[in-house]
C-alpha cells in the first residue's frame, strides 16, 4: 500500500512564497513520476507541474517562471517552491505520482492567497 502525504500550506499574501512537500510511503518498487495537481472551488482539477525520475520536468503555462518542482529520490519527496503567488493560485494542491505501476493522490494542501 503506498501513501503520499502533503505538506506545506498556508495562508500566504500576493507576492509571498510557499514550499508544498509530498513524500510517498510504503512499499514502492518503482517510481515513473511525481506531479502537482491543483483545484480551486468550482473548477476542475489541473496539473501544475510534474517530474519524472529521470528529472525531466512539465509545468502549466499559468506557473512557469513563479514555481519550481523537484525530487528528492533518496527520501521519495517531492516539493513544489511557489513564488510571486497570487489570488488565483489559490486552490487545494494535491500531490500525484505513479509508483510501482499505479496511480496515487494526496489528500490535498489548501492554499490560500490572500491580503
Known amino acids: 500500500q503506498v501513501q503520499l502525504v502533503e505538506s506545506g500550506g498556508g495562508l500566504v499574501q500576493p507576492g509571498g512564497s510557499l514550499r508544498l512537500s509530498c513524500t510517498a510511503s510504503g512499499s514502492i518498487s518503482s517510481r515513473n513520476f511525481m506531479a502537482w495537481y491543483r483545484q480551486a472551488p468550482g473548477k476542475e482539477r489541473e496539473l501544475v507541474a510534474r517530474i519524472f525520475t529521470g528529472g525531466a520536468t512539465n509545468y502549466a503555462d499559468f506557473v512557469k517562471g513563479r514555481f519550481t518542482i523537484s525530487l528528492d529520490d533518496a527520501k521519495n519527496t517531492v516539493y513544489l517552491q511557489m513564488n510571486s503567488l497570487k489570488p488565483e493560485d489559490t486552490a487545494v494542491y494535491y500531490c500525484?505520482?505513479?509508483?510501482?505501476?499505479?496511480?496515487?493522490w494526496g489528500k490535498g494542501a489548501l492554499v490560500t492567497v490572500s491580503s
Open positions: 500525484n505520482a505513479r509508483i510501482n505501476s499505479g496511480y496515487y
